[in-house]
């Protein structure tokens, strides 16, 4: 690879990884406010690594405790799909095998997947996904920790405006894919159908169940 393009590609995978690493501090103080101790919440970080999916399980276990745990799982599930899809698209960019397969699937999130399919080049595009997905790993974990040990250090983080993290995150995923009018009226569509229900239904049943309609009318279309 040419030396240029080399370091544009280090340069994006950082850049992505160094953002993305950093809002883990939320995740990892939301975590011991929701009741999970230091230990669990960095177990977690390191088995849900998809933000997504981490922050919607902290959320409603948060919010409903252990009795939400099987509403916490099919929401964090639900938004966990999107990786397989992902994987499928880098399946033939990677071509790894054996333990690189399993690696490569554990890193397979929106940020790694983002920086390998802008790239021109095969090589460059195996090279930005494993530079963005380690880089992410690394740091996400690091920052669950600070998070974990802060909040636990200083009380509430929502003291500090940390949840918002959790809706500025589903709002960035959301937004580039909003290009059309029947794309926003799904989200519309969804949207209005989770704050109907939630004053009805157990924490995270009505994300599930907005998910589900969303799910169906992308199916119609």
Known sequence: ????????????GLSVALATGAYG???GALSVTAGLS????????????????????????GSGGVAAAPAAIAASSMLGVRNGLYGLELRRVLRVHG???AAA????IDESTAVSVTQGDPRASRL??????????????????LGALVGDAFGDPRTY??????????????WPRLRDRETVAIAV????????????????IPVVLAALAALIAGRRR
């Open 25 to 27: 501090v939320s995740v």
């Open 128 to 145: 930005g996904f494993w530079v963005t997905g380690v880089g992410v790993f690394v740091l996400w974990n690091l920052a669950t920790l």
């Open 99 to 101: 333990w690189r397969r």
């Open 189 to 204: 569509v969804g949207a209005v159908i989770a704050v109907v229900l939630l004053p009805a239904l157990p924490a995270g």
């Open 105 to 108: 699937a554990h890193l397979t």
């Open 161 to 174: 405006g940390l949840d918002a993290a959790a809706c500025a995150a589903f709002t960035a995923l959301l």
């Open 38 to 61: 230091v230990w669990q919440a960095c177990v977690l970080s390191l088995v849900m690594f998809t933000g997504g999916s981490h922050f919607a399980f902290v959320g409603i276990i």
């Open 1 to 12: 690879m040419d030396p240029g393009e080399r370091r544009l590609v280090l340069r994006q």
